[in-house]
């Protein structure tokens, strides 16, 4: 079965730029977080998704957002990019079971590069 | 707010070592535990699930514990080798009011095992 996907693996933006990245769970898996990854800061949280509705959100501002698709597949976006938004940016899948104690299963990361 | 803290946030040993890998949380009311590992620049390895009412898991050369009541995991990992070198990281899986799910990860602690 293969993994979790994201795309692109690499990306250089201006400030003031928006950004789209993309992710593919693990087919039959219906539940993607995403979080992002900073030296400074670790790894933290920014949102769930579930049957293409947000389920739960971090403390970040508006301008990260995200969705879901019928396929399960996801993409998040920022706008107005800031130099503070480098970062790698690791997606997550889970089948989502009711018991909630789903292992989650990372993809490779996007790493993004704002100049 | 849940807080995970891991100890100690660096740790090099020689060859052949074990070692032992320190997780705190400060609310009980996780779904369960996960560690992973992270190379370089690369996404992360899920090592081992610990489900809430579990007290330990074990996987060839690791083990890892859990006492919920404590607010504690350990991640030992027995004859250390270079190829261990890494970073570690725990995670603890938690729901929102909104049935939301989302890990809180600690910062990690750096491995290098030395030949």
């Known amino acids: 079965k293969a993994g979790v996907t994201q795309t692109p693996r690499y990306l250089i933006k201006t400030r003031g730029q928006q950004v789209t990245l993309s992710c593919s769970p693990i087919s039959g898996h219906r539940s993607v977080s995403w979080y992002q990854q900073t030296p400074g800061q670790g790894l933290q949280f920014l949102f769930e998704y579930f049957s293409e509705t947000q389920r739960n959100k971090g403390n970040f501002p508006g301008r990260f957002s995200g969705r879901q698709f019928s396929n399960s597949r996801s993409e998040m976006n920022v706008s107005t990019l800031e130099l503070g938004d480098s970062a790698l940016y690791l997606c997550?899948?889970?089948?989502?079971?009711?018991?909630?104690?789903?292992?989650?299963?990372f993809g490779p990361g996007t790493r993004l590069t704002v100049t | 707010k849940q807080e995970v803290t891991q100890i100690p946030a660096a740790l090099s040993v020689p060859e052949g070592e074990n070692l032992v890998l320190n997780c705190s949380f400060t609310d009980s009311a996780i779904y369960n535990l996960q560690w992973f590992r992270q190379d370089p620049g690369k996404g992360l390895t899920s090592l081992l699930l610990?489900?809430?009412?579990?007290r330990e898991q074990t996987s060839g050369r690791l083990n890892a514990s859990l006492d919920k009541s404590s607010g504690r995991s350990t991640l030992y990992i027995a004859a250390s080798q270079p190829g261990d070198s890494a970073t570690y990281l725990c995670a603890v899986r938690v729901m929102n009011s909104n049935s939301g799910y989302a890990l809180n990860f600690g910062k990690g602690t750096s491995l290098l095992v030395t030949p």
């Open positions: 610990i489900q809430s009412s579990q």
């Open positions: 997550a899948s889970s089948p989502r079971t009711t018991s909630g104690r789903d292992e989650q299963y």
